[in-house]
C-alpha cells in the first residue's frame, strides 16, 4: 500500500519561500495523479495544485497561479510544492495526496477540456505539514 509523507512546512514572513516535499513509498509503480491541498483554519480544504505522472499535466487553482510551482521527481518518488510570494492566505494545514485512477485527468482529455482534480478521487492521503505566514 502506498504511503505519502510530507514535510517543508515552516514559518516565513509575507513575501517569502517555502518548498513542500510529499515522499511516496510502498507500490508507486503505478501512474497517478498527485495533489497538493490545503486546509486553513475555520475553512473547508481546498485543490491547490496538482500533477499527473502519465505526462506531466498540471493544475493549479487561481489563487496560486505564477506563485507556486509544482513538479515530481519520478526517481525519487516525490512530489515538491515550491511556493514563493507567500500571503497570509497561503496559511494552513498542507497535505498531499495520490488518485491512482486519474479519472477526471482522462475525462477531460477526451473531451479536450482542462483537467481539474476532484478532491473526492484522491483515496491516500499524507498527515499534512503546517504553513505559516507572518505580516
Known amino acids: 500500500r502506498v504511503q505519502l509523507a510530507e514535510s517543508g512546512g515552516g514559518s516565513v514572513e509575507v513575501g517569502g519561500s517555502l518548498t513542500l516535499s510529499c515522499t511516496a513509498s510502498g507500490n508507486t509503480a503505478r501512474s497517478h495523479c498527485l495533489g497538493w491541498f490545503r486546509q486553513a483554519p475555520g475553512q473547508e480544504r481546498e485543490i491547490v495544485a496538482a500533477?499527473?505522472?502519465?505526462?506531466?499535466?498540471?493544475y493549479y487553482t487561481h489563487s496560486v497561479e505564477g506563485r507556486f510551482t509544482v513538479s515530481y521527481d519520478n526517481a525519487e518518488h516525490t512530489l515538491f510544492l515550491s511556493m514563493n510570494s507567500l500571503k497570509r492566505e497561503d496559511i494552513g494545514m498542507y497535505y498531499c495526496?495520490?488518485?491512482?485512477?486519474?479519472?477526471?485527468?482522462?475525462?477531460?482529455?477526451?473531451?479536450?477540456?482542462?483537467?481539474?482534480?476532484?478532491?473526492?478521487?484522491?483515496?491516500?492521503w499524507g498527515p499534512g505539514t503546517q504553513v505559516t505566514v507572518a505580516s
Open positions: 500533477f499527473a505522472t502519465p505526462g506531466g499535466t498540471t
Open positions: 495526496a495520490a488518485d491512482f485512477s486519474c479519472d477526471a485527468l482522462k475525462h477531460a482529455q477526451l473531451r479536450g477540456g482542462t483537467w481539474y482534480p476532484f478532491q473526492s478521487d484522491f483515496d491516500i
